[in-house]
């Protein structure tokens, strides 16, 4: 950049405007040349957003996020020696060099897909929930429509089963606990068991193992589900920040919490396990059947599945309450011991976690693995592979207390739905056919009434 005689001849009464000009564009100057380090140097800058983007201004493979979800309209990843353009902006499907189109689960419609569905294009799904509000992605035909996915399974591309978990020191550490002589003493005030939930219908049908076992042993229960107790006048509404110190330290009174998933699915393990185990509360576990592959030690959690019914759990927890040795044992990973190798070897081998530590978040994991993938299948290099059921597996919904299916359950009801919606979406867009909401809502219905789904 150079610099004119003309426009740094200062004069003497306008010293100060002609000193602060001289700054400005030495501040342009040294901007200029940073962003030319940066574009030469590709330094390890995860996001370099630098505006509004028009095709043209892009020579990197790019992927686009169709399902609107990080906000971003358009930025430079940069994952080693790789570097991809990553946007939502939608007319980036044209570019040349566009490879991957990227899904968040939650945000899917299926009357808006990039269809029809190219064979040199990649979709990859991004879903740490339960199927609750995707039905269809419960289901073969429905996960296979995907080539890569980021789902809370273990066999996932990205696996986001310990996402709430931030490291091994969150379980092991005593900043929360209170000691059990204060827990003894609270239950003057207190119920020994916590449970705070306000989704109140759910596959799971939680609320009514909850509903029963109140009739056993004594429950507060916060939430909007089952409400028999106001919080301290002094907290804020632990709906609006489960994660915050007012909150940890009110669940950490507790002897036990309530910890039921609002689905049932292999993996499928979220913040409400993590976080008594992470307080010094025993958790009271329904969900995940393979809850115990993830346990930081055999007796980390009361699982309700080992019972036959919600008396039985019950009687059981009132045993633990009433002996200290008994329930101090359950703590034992406050203590340090945690005996799971597999899961203190998946915690510690992943290169991300929780926004709040030194980690890359999962969404930056995620989003470089497919900048990778995108880069291979540019090439002609990418492994064909398409995503399989065990990415995503949540059975037909089953009742809480009797572990059998509930007609009554409007659940299965929607499982089965979404089983059909995934058939038909499946055979749609196979076959390239053309598809609107009319047209597949009336094959849903008729295929959904004949049983042939």
């Not at 609270?186 to 759910?202: A, K």
Request: glycine content about 4%; hydrophobic content about 35%; charged content about 20%.
């Amino acid at each position: 950049m150079e610099l004119s005689r003309s426009s740094v001849r200062c004069r003497t009464p306008l010293l100060l405007t002609c000193l602060l000009s001289l700054s400005f564009i030495f501040i342009q100057l040294l901007f200029q040349l940073w962003l030319e380090w940066v574009e030469d140097t590709r330094i390890p800058v995860r996001h370099l957003k630098l505006g509004k983007f028009s095709l043209k201004d892009v020579n990197d493979i790019v992927l686009v996020w169709w399902t609107p979800f990080t906000g971003n309209s358009g930025s430079f990843l940069d994952c080693g020696e790789v570097r991809c353009f990553i946007t939502q902006d939608r007319r980036f499907q044209h570019h040349p060099k566009f490879q991957m189109h990227l899904f968040y689960g939650s945000n899917i419609d299926i009357f808006d897909l990039p269809l029809p569905k190219q064979n040199n294009i990649l979709w990859s799904l991004l879903h740490e929930e339960s199927p609750k509000n995707v039905p269809f992605l419960s289901h073969k035909e429905g996960i296979s429509l995907f080539n890569y996915t980021a789902t809370f399974s273990r066999f996932s591309d990205v696996p986001l089963t310990l996402q709430y978990v931030s490291d091994i020191e969150s379980i092991t550490d005593h900043h929360y606990v209170v000691p059990i002589e204060r827990k003894n003493s609270l239950l003057q005030h207190l119920s020994p068991v916590l449970y705070v939930q306000s989704d109140c219908d759910t596959p799971l049908d939680r609320d009514k193992y909850v509903q029963k076992l109140m009739e056993y042993i004594p429950i507060d229960s916060y939430g909007a589900c089952l409400h028999n107790k106001e919080l301290p006048v002094l907290m804020t509404n632990p709906m609006e920040s489960f994660n915050s110190e007012e909150f940890l330290h009110f669940v950490a009174q507790y002897k036990f919490t309530i910890a039921f998933e609002n689905a049932v699915c292999d993996d499928y393990i979220t913040e409400k396990l993590w976080r008594p185990l992470t307080v010094g509360s025993v958790p009271i576990y329904l969900g995940s059947p393979s809850i115990e592959d993830w346990l930081p030690n055999q007796k980390s959690a009361v699982l309700a599945s080992n019972f036959s019914s919600p008396k039985e759990l019950a009687a059981y927890l009132l045993e633990i309450n009433s002996d200290d040795e008994k329930y101090t044992a359950f703590l034992s990973h406050k203590g340090g011991l945690i005996t799971n190798k597999y899961f203190v070897s998946e915690l510690t081998s992943r290169s991300w976690g929780l926004p709040d530590n030194s980690h890359y978040h999962y969404i930056d994991e995620f989003e470089c693995k497919m900048c990778l993938q995108a880069h291979l299948n540019a090439n002609g290099h990418a492994r064909k592979k398409v995503a399989s059921q065990e990415e995503y597996f949540c059975p037909r919904p089953k009742s809480s207390i009797t572990k059998q299916e509930d007609p009554s359950n409007l659940w299965l009801d929607l499982w089965e739905h979404g089983k059909c919606e995934a058939t038909v979406l499946s055979t749609f867009i196979q076959n390239g056919h053309w598809y609107n909401a009319s047209s597949f809502n009336s094959e849903v219905q008729s295929r959904f009434k004949k049983g042939t789904c």
